[in-house]
Nanobody, 126 residues
Framework: QVQLVESGGGLVQAGGSLRLSCAASGRTFSRAFMGWFRQAPGKERELVAVINWTGGSIDYADSVKGRFTISRDNAKNTVYLQMNSLKPEDTAVYYC???????????????????WGQGTQVTVSS
């Protein structure tokens, strides 16, 4: 059974830092894309950062560029999200996702992920 377990969330003041971890078990993701998403109350889930299996391809949401860093340790089957200069608008539940694939819906395609963690709460106070 595949499991993704996030940790590292919590309450921090604006300007502070947190480091999220996502440990995977049940299979190896050393050749899969992994990502971090977040969902704030009343808002849709959004992609925060994504990383390929070598770490050579990384993408961030514009809102976190320059402040957040995604990384991975394939030997530990773990992906990280270092979050610096946190802002109140970063408050959300953060989810880890693994094994990205392309979903074709008629003429449209979109990325989906096969596995998701339960989420960890990040709260940034002003």
């Amino acid at each position: 059974q595949v499991q993704l377990v996030e940790s590292g969330g919590g309450l921090v003041q604006a300007g502070g830092s947190l480091r999220l971890s996502c440990a995977a078990s049940g299979r190896t993701f050393s050749r899969a894309f992994m990502g971090w998403f977040r969902q704030a109350p009343g808002k849709e889930r959004e992609l925060v950062a994504v990383i390929n299996w070598t770490g050579g391809s990384i993408d961030y949401a514009d809102s976190v560029k320059g402040r957040f860093t995604i990384s991975r340790d394939n030997a530990k089957n773990t992906v990280y999200l270092q979050m610096n200069s946190l802002k109140p608008e970063d408050t959300a539940v953060y989810y880890c996702a693994a094994d990205r694939y392309i979903l074709r819906l008629g003429d449209r395609t979109q990325y989906e992920y096969r596995y998701w963690g339960q989420g960890t709460q990040v709260t940034v106070s002003s």
